[in-house]
């Protein structure tokens, strides 16, 4: 697909990542040594939007007080790539067909056509068909881009991706940190594959980056993991009920013992139990030895 020179329309829910496959598109087109211009259609006023994707000449407007060329043109003979397309404005939704359609731009406050050589790839995490149908979103245009569409399934549905995406950005993170956290336990990577990543890759990634600057081993702990993670594995759990007390007993005394550096005097005053209780408990759960 990425060879190709079609139009591609992305799409999916928050956070999965749909950038960046946009990003690895134009790396693996024959555009690749061209310029890629990257638009926030949802960040730019109503009012600028045609300005910014078409350029203006000088005294188009109000503050128009020098030609300026647009994103179309800046990408000419690469690619540009149009983020959160539903929030263009239907006038400049039908300014944008025109452009597919005559691969050509004028700019705001000009009657001249201007060629542009440029591979358009959109990107939504709003249903378009929906968007037509509540004449949000002009239906030609849909058509228009939606000539290679590409989904993005949401990190729930391919959980397998987690052991890479881990890996991935603990890379990332070490070299800006100065870490070498070399991965997950294999109790927290059970909890990453657990967890449903309602914010998809972009909470995985915020994650890592928060457990690697935190980090004091080169395996990332159980202990370490926000409640929300452990909480879904531990809905997950079958079996009886003292099995699963012993779980809970063994995490949040060893995450204790992990707050209080294996302290076990402060570990006990802070579980409000005696230190001899606390010694009988970590040889039972496993917690292995631990400072004095």
């Known amino acids: 697909m990425a ?13 999965t990542g749909k950038e960046l496959v946009a990003l690895e598109i134009h790396r693996r087109s024959l555009r690749s040594a061209h310029p890629l211009c990257i638009v926030n259609c949802a960040a730019i006023p109503s009012e600028l939007i045609e300005s910014e994707l078409f350029g203006h000449e000088r005294g188009a407007f109000t503050s128009a007080y020098r030609k300026a060329i647009g994103k179309f043109e800046m990408a000419h003979g690469g690619t540009i790539l149009l983020d959160e397309i539903t929030a263009l404005p239907l006038e400049a939704q039908s300014r944008l067909l025109r452009v597919l359609q005559e691969r050509s731009i004028q700019r705001v406050g000009s009657t001249k056509a201007i060629p542009v050589d440029v591979r358009v790839v959109a990107i939504t995490n709003i249903d378009l068909k929906t ?4 004449s949000r979103f002009r239906e030609d245009l849909y058509y228009r881009l939606n000539v290679l569409p590409i989904e993005v399934p949401p990190l729930r549905e391919r959980k397998e991706d987690i052991p890479l995406l881990v890996k991935h950005f603990l890379d990332r993170f070490n070299k800006k940190a100065g870490k070498h956290v070399e991965g997950l336990s294999p109790e927290a990577l059970k909890c990453f594959m657990a967890y449903d990543w309602p914010g998809n890759v972009r909470e995985l990634e915020n994650l890592l980056e928060r457990l690697v600057v935190l ?3 080169s395996l990332i702990p159980q202990e370490s993991l926000p409640v929300d993670i452990l909480s879904e594995e531990v809905f997950q759990m079958r079996g009886p009920l003292k099995k699963a007390v012993q779980k809970f007993e063994q995490r949040y005394i060893g995450a204790i013992l992990e707050k209080t550096r294996g302290n076990r005097g402060k570990t006990a005053d802070l579980l409000g139990i005696h230190r001899s209780t606390l010694a009988d408990k970590i040889q039972q759960l496993g917690l292995g030895e631990s400072n004095a």
């Open 131 to 134: 968007a037509v149908s509540q």
């Open 3 to 15: 060879p190709q020179d079609s139009t591609v329309l992305i799409t999916g829910e928050t956070g």
């Open 215 to 217: 980090a004091e081993r």
